[in-house]
């Protein structure tokens, strides 16, 4: 696993032995960027100098590659002690301390962001375990999105993924066995 594009392309990933971490595929990745560098999302989204939120972080793929291709700063989120050590050594070996922070939290309970909010989020959960709405619907609450800001999840080919009010689907694409969707928050009015 590397780096695919941008300042830090070729730059190996470390992703820990066993089924804990499922890394985003480097061709999977290549495509995520692919759209979003080169889809027109109607609004004014850009991947330059944007902040990123990386749910379920793993390894931190998903962020890190965002940040090579030109984003400005990153937060990876994840709950595993293992996942947290991997995201600091990948971290620590491309020397992005000063634009990356890491948390512990609960991807479906992220609680009210204090901060700027972010124009674009990855969500990658462990498959099956029905997590995607219940994060997608954290970070609405919380206010974790821009208006204009881009999700882009992952779930298995098969997995169906409720409803939600809160976020328009924009596409959807299928690489082998994982479903890659792009969302946009829907703007909730108050009274």
Known sequence: MRITAG??????LIVPEGQIIR??????????FNVLEHHDFGADFELEHSRVIDL???????????????????????????????????VEAMEL??????????????????????????LDPP?????????LSSLQIGGWLQPHAIVVTEAARGEDIPSTDSFQLLKEKYYGMTKVSFWRPILVQTA
Do not use: C, M
């Open 7 to 12: 300042r830090l392309k070729g730059h190996p």
């Open 23 to 32: 890394p985003t595929s480097d061709k999977v990745r290549q495509a995520i």
């Open 56 to 90: 379920f972080a793993g390894s931190g793929a998903l962020g890190l590659e965002a940040l090579s291709r030109g984003a400005s700063y990153a937060i990876l989120i994840d709950n595993l002690g293992e996942s947290r050590a991997t995201l600091r050594s990948n």
């Open 97 to 122: 301390t000063g634009v990356t922070k890491i948390w512990r939290r609960n991807a479906t309970d992220l609680g009210r962001n204090i901060n700027e909010p972010f124009d674009l989020a990855f």
């Open 127 to 135: 498959y099956g375990k029905n997590l995607l709405v219940p994060a």
